[in-house]
């Protein structure tokens, strides 16, 4: 397949600027950008997907340049039903620092932060050199801005647009770009640019958007949504991202595995297919996983993601370290757990158990397990031996009661 076909089998073009991308997409080698802005000193699994464009087009030959908005980041691209909340200029600050770090260990590829020319723009520049080109009417028909009339929009958001404008002209004059890619959602503001070049300075530049990746229940991966799935480790460990994935939902993984891995289209057919005969077996989830958590932490973090499950779920917990079981478990109730303490009197004291009857009721019936072993003895003595690294125990209460204790 051209890069063109691929893209369109993967579901990654939504819209295009004009019909002749496709041909420039397959023929010739574009300098290209997509950005971010920095609402936060990591990217999501949401960034994932759109910046992912990047590496293919690259591996056609293609020039990527990854973009972190330190300047629109101070104003914040508008919301469909209100304004977003600014941040303050240390914390954007910080976050183009995270950004930019994390974007060229991941991707690899230059990035660039547009406040380095927008700093010393004055506002009687900005108005004459690129107000004056982009008429009223044309803004409020963008859908973001169209959508906020009604409940009020202010002149920082409705600038913003304007503002990527700048970016996409920018770019064109001191790095070659041509196209700019980016999720649906900002297909206002890459026109804006197109048109921007074309009235200012008789320049033809193009867009192309990909569809938003949605999960199973329709809703965009992102911070403002609350299922941010972040790509720096310390945020989301790699066992995290890979419980997350090996558990998406049959009705998504094709398409995930499409937009989200570089396996082609016989390989993603064949594994649809044995998918498809033993679902139980979750082939499709595990592969995902594998590419996903391989691209960005690397092979290793991948290889002890697995190891942690298998242990975990195999009911083999006392193979981990401490510091595996605290990242496993840390949502987990913990406490504090005296040495010499009875295993009934532990039970009670931390609330795993509201009684002595209930507790001796859920001993008997072997639904009490410290480390993955059933204990059933109520005067069982807490000692370091029973802890993982003489500190540790894991308590469980049914299938679906966690705890932590540290022996002290």
Not at 390 to 405: A, F, S
Request: proline share 2%.
């Amino acid at each position: 397949m051209t890069l063109y076909e691929d893209l369109k089998w993967r579901g990654l073009i939504k819209d295009i600027s004009s019909p002749e991308l496709e041909k420039k997409l397959n023929e010739e080698k574009l300098t290209f950008y997509i950005g971010t802005d920095p609402t936060a000193d990591s990217m999501h699994i949401g960034h994932f997907s759109s910046f992912l464009i990047a590496t293919r087009l690259a591996r056609y030959g293609h020039k990527p340049i990854l973009l972190i908005g330190g300047a629109t980041g101070l104003i914040g691209d508008p919301k469909p039903s209100k304004e977003r909340q600014m941040i303050t200029r240390e914390e954007v600050n910080k976050n183009v620092e995270g950004l930019t770090l994390q974007a060229k260990k991941i991707f690899g590829f230059e990035v660039v932060n547009n406040y380095d020319w927008t700093k010393d723009i004055n506002i009687l520049d900005f108005l004459r050199d690129y107000g004056k080109y982009i008429n009223v009417n044309y803004m409020l028909a963008k859908d973001i801005i169209s959508r906020r009339l009604v409940s009020g929009i202010t002149f920082c958001e409705f600038a913003y647009t304007l503002l990527q404008g700048m970016d996409f002209l920018y770019l064109n004059k001191s790095k070659g770009v041509t196209l700019q890619v980016a999720g649906s959602d900002q297909w206002g503001n890459i026109t804006t640019g197109i048109e921007l070049a074309r009235k200012k300075d008789n320049i033809e530049l193009y867009g192309m958007t990909m569809p938003l990746v949605l999960d199973s229940n329709g809703v965009k991966f992102g911070k403002t949504e609350g299922n941010a799935l972040w790509l720096d480790k310390e945020k989301t460990s790699s066992y995290e991202l890979y419980q997350y994935l090996i558990n998406t939902s049959d009705s998504c993984i094709i398409d995930y595995l499409k937009k989200l891995t570089f396996l082609k289209k016989e390989e993603i057919e064949q594994i649809e297919t044995e998918h498809n005969k033993c679902p139980e077996l979750r082939i499709a989830q595990k592969t995902l996983a594998r590419e996903v958590i391989t691209f960005i932490h690397g092979k290793e973090e991948f290889e002890k993601a697995l190891r942690i499950s298998e242990a975990l779920f195999g009911g083999d917990v006392k193979k981990l370290s401490k510091d595996e079981i605290l990242m496993c478990f840390k949502d987990v109730p913990s406490f504090n757990i005296t040495s010499g303490t009875t295993l009934i009197d532990m039970l009670i004291e931390n609330n795993i158990c509201q009684s002595k009857r209930e507790a001796r009721e859920f001993l008997n019936a072997g639904s009490i397990s410290i480390n993955d072993e059933k204990v059933i003895d109520e005067n069982l003595i807490i000692t370091k031996d029973l802890a993982i690294g003489n500190e540790v125990l894991v308590i469980k209460r049914g299938k679906k009661k966690n705890y932590i204790g540290f022996l002290k």
